[in-house]
């Protein structure tokens, strides 16, 4: 065995059928564009949803409702869950940062702290809004509300 006779294993290599190097290739003339019409023309592009002049479908379907662009989103938390992460973590302080520790919440979440469930610890909770009911109740319990 010699350099010059060592070739791969049949089947590892593959080539892409070269297009447009003439007619001896199988792939020369039209250059597998077919004839005519704009997608055999260099620079041919299609704007998204072009349904070849067809109606496209998001003209087609009816549009209904209002999207507000300045909605602000919150992942809401409610008290039965921090008294849960109270009891299981023994943590005396709730935050976005622990929240976000304890997979409750993603990275540039805004949280909401609601009111389902009973909270029997005392403890400060800091969040970005609180639901009137989840205040009374933490500090009814002596802890302290804090909005960031």
């Given at each position: ?8 294993a049949s089947g590892s290599v593959k080539r892409e059928k070269r297009i ?29 949803g072009f349904e070849g002049g067809q109606m496209p479908l998001q003209r ?22 921090i008294q849960a992460l109270v009891d299981r973590k023994n943590v005396s ?56």
């Open positions: 065995m010699n350099l010059h006779n060592l070739t791969p447009a190097r003439g007619q001896g290739s199988g792939h020369g003339g039209t250059s597998t564009r077919g004839h005519k019409g704009a997608k055999s023309r260099s620079g041919y592009k299609t704007k998204i087609r379907v009816p549009k209904f409702g209002f999207k507000n662009i300045n909605r602000v989103e919150y992942k809401a938390i409610n008290l039965d869950i302080e709730i935050t976005p940062d622990v929240l976000r520790e304890n997979g409750l919440v993603s990275r540039n979440e805004l949280v909401k702290i609601l009111g389902r469930g009973e909270l029997k610890a005392k403890i400060n909770v800091s969040a970005h809004k609180f639901s009137s009911t989840a205040k009374t109740v933490i500090e009814g319990q002596g802890g302290n509300c804090s909005e960031i």
